[in-house]
């Protein structure tokens, strides 16, 4: 008798995973532990791939790069110095993988649903699709909660995420009750949950109160904060919890509001991009925190951000000078002063950088050579499909209103031409006008480019007009009217 079994794409890959995992079992790990103590085995299938390879980033920051084959796949023996989160990073997308002893690791996903299509199989695996779970799962919280703290009390919003957040804890005592795990795992996962919860409460004054009077934060009920009492400040193990890092960024933020409101007045407009707000940061991230990891991460993005949309050469003098003084990471430091370097050739008069593009054709382009009139540069993110619509349907929009201006539009990501084409053709987007860089790190240091929100207006010579230009603000398409009929944009 025989029985027809229908095997789908996935139930005929899960087998090949399981046959590798065999395989790799039988062959490297026989009669052997002694020898294979310091090893595991990480590999898996990237399906529509953005270009030929995976990175894995190690907790000490050492990168791995693991080459895909003609079927997308890839799987690698590795020595195993340290145990904990490790990063791995594809199309400039990326997730968090815990790595402990004896770990055989295969993952599985779609770049087009990069987090939510994620799957590890293999020893090892149980873990980590928990952690996976969990976070696909704060993600879609967190949108929920932003919504409800602009509107919900402080007492009732705070009800909201301690039933979350007592929910998810519940839930994993079950998951921790079926099996035994390390204590590195268990503290990853309750910090997990707790951090997130943390940073629902910094963000909440934010939201709720908005930057016209965020100087009511000061009236949140008394104990709202309680909770940073139990704040690890050191705990370098949890660098690698992605909610870790965003909770201290706004824990920070809230902490340095008291020093931004000593000298403004009552009724000010908040200004997040105050010089006197961001060196408070800076000072109090020095104060509070011993791990120089932990320090130095916090300050370099701080100070990226900072410098990226600061219009004033003497503060951000100022905060190059704090930051340098405090980072103990020399190439940390030599990455902000390149910064600070690429934004000071990026102020209005001087000529836009001549970074290399590759057009739809393969063929290398510089930049300035593609100014014949007045210009706009914009960028886009395969990563961030809603934002990538919206410039391209605003840019439609003004191409239609000033004829008498050009548009660029280009694709940051380190995507190889296939996807860049699929990415775009999906949408109903032409390729014409539109560009990728030669060497994408390089390039997005040169034009200081922090956010794909911000575009570069140029004139017909390439002189920069702003680099700093918000394409989907109100006011935007009335400074581009005003600056074409001044003919400030046409030298005429």
Known sequence: MFISLKLTAAHIMMIRVLLLLTLFTLLDCKGNSESEDGYVYFGGEIINPNNDYVVLNSPEDESDTLYLDQNNRFFEKMPLAKAGLYTFIHGGEYQRIL????????????????????????????????????FVENESDNKKFMKLMWDMEPKKFEEVLIADREKK?????????????????????????????????????????????????????????????DVEY???????????????????????????????????????????????????????????????????????????????????????????????????????????SSVKRLKAGNVVPNIKLMDDKDNEVELVSLVKQPTLIYFWSSNLPMLLRNSHYKVKSLKSKFPQMDFIGININDDDKTHWETTLTQYK?????EYRFVDSKEAMNDLAINSVNRSILVDKDGKIITSNAMIFTSEFEDELAQLLQTKKLTNK
């Not at 020093?259 to 403004?264: P, Q, W």
């Not at 509070?288 to 991460?297: A, C, G, P, R, T």
């Open 169 to 229: 804890l519940a839930e994993l005592d079950q998951f921790l009750a079926q099996k035994e795990y390390s204590p590195l795992f268990k503290m990853i996962a309750k910090s997990n949950i707790n951090y997130d919860y943390y940073y629902n409460k910094e963000l909440y004054p934010f939201g709720y109160y908005g930057y016209n009077n965020l100087i009511h934060y000061k009236d949140l009920p008394e104990g709202f904060y309680d909770f940073r009492s």
């Open 99 to 134: 790595f402990e002893p004896s770990d055989s690791i295969m993952i599985r996903l779609n770049t087009i649903d990069f987090d939510e299509s994620l799957v590890f199989t293999g020893n090892g695996a149980r873990k980590n699709n928990y952690l996976i779970g969990v």
């Open 429 to 433: 987007f032409p390729t014409t006008d």
């Open 234 to 340: 050191n705990n370098e193990e949890l660098a690698g919890v992605i909610p870790y890092y965003r909770f201290l960024f706004y824990h920070f933020n809230n902490l340095a509001l008291g020093k931004y409101y000593e000298t403004a007045t009552h009724n000010v407009v908040f200004d997040n991009k105050s010089a006197v707000y961001n060196l408070e940061k800076l000072r109090l991230m020095d104060s509070l925190i011993d791990s120089d990891k932990i320090k130095n991460h916090l300050l370099k993005y701080t100070t990226r951000d900072f410098v990226t949309v600061s219009q004033d050469s003497s503060e951000i003098n100022e905060m190059l000078s704090f930051y340098l003084q405090r980072s103990t990471s020399e190439s940390d430091k030599d990455y902000i002063k390149k910064l600070v």
